[in-house]
C-alpha cells in the first residue's frame, strides 16, 4: 500500500471548516483512500473513503486531486467532539487481509 | 445498533496466566481482525478471518491464538501472556475481506501483563 503524509497537528476554531490535507504521491491505480480518526484511546473511527471522484457523506467530503496524489478531508462545521487523531490510509482493492496500515495522523484540536 | 463490542476493557493479569479477549459483531460481517496499538508503532494487525473456520496471520501473530467458531464471535487468545503483550487491543470487522471495505472497530481492551 502507499505511504501518505500528514501534517502532524492543526487546529480549528469551533464552528468552521477544518481542512485537512494528506499526500499520497506514489498511490497506484487500483487504491483507494480511505480516512478514519480516532478519538483519544477509542476505536478507529471510519469516515469516508473514495478512488477518484469527490465524495461527501454526512460526517465529512473528500475532495481527491485530479492527479490523485493528494487528497484533503474537509469537516464542514467542526465542533470540540471531532478533536481527534485523523489518518489518511491509501489501500489498494485486493489487499486480501484488509489490514489497516495507520501512520502519525494529524492530530486535530478544535478552540471553543 | 450495530456495533463491536470487546470484553474485558480493562484487564491486568500475570505473566503465564492464559486469558481470552471476546469480541462479537452484530452487523453479519464475513470479515474479522484483532489489531494492536502502541505508542509509537501504530495499529498493528495480529489476525483476520476472512470467514467461519478460516483465520490467517497479521503482522505480528507470535503470542497469540484466534478462532472463529461462528460467525459473529472472534476470540483472541493469549496462552501464556508476557509484558511485552501489554497492549491496547481492537477487534474490527467488516462486510467482506479485500480492500474497499471499512471496518468498523471495537472500543478496545487494555491489558496489562505484569
Known amino acids: 500500500d502507499a505511504k501518505t503524509t500528514q501534517p502532524p497537528s492543526m487546529d480549528c476554531a469551533e464552528g468552521r471548516a477544518a481542512n485537512l490535507p494528506c499526500n499520497h504521491s506514489t498511490i497506484s491505480g487500483n487504491e483507494y483512500v480511505y480516512w478514519y480518526r480516532q478519538i483519544h484511546s477509542q476505536g478507529p473511527q471510519y469516515i469516508i473513503h473514495g478512488l477518484k471522484n469527490n465524495e461527501t457523506n454526512e460526517m465529512a467530503s473528500l475532495i481527491i486531486t485530479e492527479d490523485r496524489k493528494s487528497s484533503t478531508l474537509i469537516l464542514p462545521h467542526a465542533t470540540l467532539r471531532d478533536t481527534a487523531v485523523y489518518y489518511c490510509?491509501?489501500?489498494?482493492?485486493?489487499?486480501?487481509?484488509?489490514?489497516?496500515?495507520f501512520g502519525g495522523g494529524t492530530r486535530l484540536m478544535v478552540k471553543p | 445498533e450495530a456495533q463491536v463490542t470487546q470484553n474485558p476493557r480493562y484487564l491486568i493479569t500475570v505473566t503465564g496466566k492464559k486469558l481470552t479477549v471476546t469480541c462479537s459483531q452484530n452487523m453479519n460481517h464475513e470479515y474479522m481482525s484483532w489489531y494492536r496499538q502502541d505508542p509509537g508503532l501504530g495499529l498493528r494487525q495480529i489476525y483476520y478471518s476472512m470467514n467461519v473456520e478460516v483465520t490467517d496471520k497479521g503482522d505480528v501473530p507470535e503470542g497469540y491464538k484466534v478462532s472463529r467458531k461462528e460467525k459473529r464471535n472472534f476470540p483472541l487468545i493469549l496462552e501464556s501472556p508476557s509484558p511485552n503483550q501489554t497492549s491496547l487491543y481492537f477487534c474490527?470487522?467488516?462486510?467482506?475481506?479485500?480492500?474497499?471495505?471499512?471496518?468498523?472497530f471495537g472500543p478496545g481492551t487494555r491489558l496489562t501483563v505484569t
Open positions: 474490527a470487522s467488516s462486510s467482506h475481506g479485500g480492500g474497499k471495505h471499512e471496518q468498523y
Open positions: 490510509i491509501v489501500r489498494a482493492n485486493n489487499n486480501a487481509g484488509n489490514m489497516l496500515t
